[in-house]
């Protein structure tokens, strides 16, 4: 069904993104061996206990993930844990993703440090950081090493007052830092249409859905 959904809106590869322990790597490491030329696999690993952190995520590397997933849900943002296992991933040339369904005082503070700490690294915020959290985020966007995925978030936004924040971004920055992505294949028709609605062209509209993803994942989306 994903890649049938795929292939409607002209998305030619995708990465997954496992959610631990409700949807595991295993899964969609097997997903992206059926198909090797359209899927990849993100990794999601709990923090604690750390020695063993580290040994799963170092097994992922090795075994082709593409990304870091860090969920709210499985981890503390004080936790130096976190951070621990936020530099190996960093040191892997992992990128790490943060999925928040709303990001907050600790997990923007902890998206602040471990930026600055790791200015080589490349760090993802799925969902733009929720909707009321988005406009929270906006003052780390000048940091090269910051994104911000679409999802559903992104549709809210265009039809919300908080569109303006939106357009400030996207004036203050082009549309470098957002990535075309969402954990739900079912929600790509409205991202499309919201996409249109912000007066993209084809250049543009390449960036967000191609060429951005390549720039922080080192996979070519041509």
């Not at 295993?26 to 997903?31: D, G, T």
């Not at 992922?60 to 997933?69: E, I, N, S, T």
Request: aromatic share 10%; glycine share 4%; net charge negative.
């Amino acid at each position: 069904m994903l890649v049938s959904r795929m292939d409607t809106f002209g998305i030619d590869k995708a990465v997954l993104t496992p959610h631990e322990p409700v949807i595991s790597t295993e899964l969609y490491l097997k997903a992206a061996e059926i198909y090797p030329d359209r899927l990849f696999s993100a990794c999601s690993v709990i923090p604690r206990p750390i020695d063993q952190a580290k040994k799963t995520l170092s097994e992922y590397v090795d075994r082709g993930c593409k990304a870091l997933v860090l969920d709210d849900t499985i981890y503390h943002p004080t936790d130096p844990a976190v951070d621990s296992l936020v530099v190996d991933a960093v040191n892997s040339n992992l990128p790490v993703y943060l999925r928040n369904d709303v990001m907050n005082a600790e997990t923007i503070t902890f998206l602040d440090r471990v930026s600055t700490l790791c200015v080589e690294g490349k760090f993802v915020v799925l969902s733009m950081g929720g909707l009321f959290g988005f406009p929270q985020i906006i003052p780390m966007m000048s940091r090269p090493n910051i994104w911000l995925e679409l999802s559903m978030t992104f549709v809210r936004l265009v039809e919300s007052p908080l569109r303006v924040f939106l357009d400030a971004l996207v004036q203050d920055f082009g549309v470098r830092k957002l990535v075309f992505g969402s954990g739900y294949h079912s929600e790509y028709p409205d991202m499309m249409d919201a996409l249109n609605m912000i007066d993209l062209n084809i250049e543009t509209s390449r960036l967000i859905t191609k060429e951005n993803a390549w720039v922080i994942l080192g996979v070519d989306f041509s």
